[in-house]
């Protein structure tokens, strides 16, 4: 079992920028892919960028140029760099990785961006 934590959430102006952070029970990062999701009030969850065990990034259109996810091994540990925020990136973020065919979540944390 993997336990996942969302972190680096919060207000922030239209143009701002944060770094979430999801930090994993043990190591997961090497062996898996971990993906970004979000979900605004409303909407189906989507993926926002994902990296996969060999390091290749995907980000959805909407993000690109704009959000970078990286990861920090030693610290099991996942980033996801969002610059140049719009009101539309408002929403939960979650962090996901799948194992052994076993979805893991995070509790998520909450981006505002305000206009």
């Known amino acids: 079992q993997v336990q996942l934590v969302e972190s680096g959430g919060g207000l922030v102006q239209a143009g701002g920028s944060l770094r979430l952070s999801c930090a994993a029970s043990r190591n997961t990062f090497t062996m898996n892919t971990i993906g970004w999701y979000r979900q605004a009030p409303g909407k189906q969850r989507e993926l926002v960028a994902a990296v996969s065990s060999g390091g290749t990034t995907n980000y959805a259109d909407s993000v690109k140029g704009r959000f970078t996810i990286s990861r920090d091994k030693p610290k099991n540990t996942v980033y996801l760099q969002m610059n140049s925020l719009k009101p539309e990136d408002t929403a939960v973020y979650y962090c996901?990785?799948?194992?052994?065919?076993?979805?893991?979540w995070g509790k998520g944390t909450l981006v505002t961006v305000s206009s």
């Open positions: 996901n990785t799948r194992e052994y065919g076993m979805d893991y």
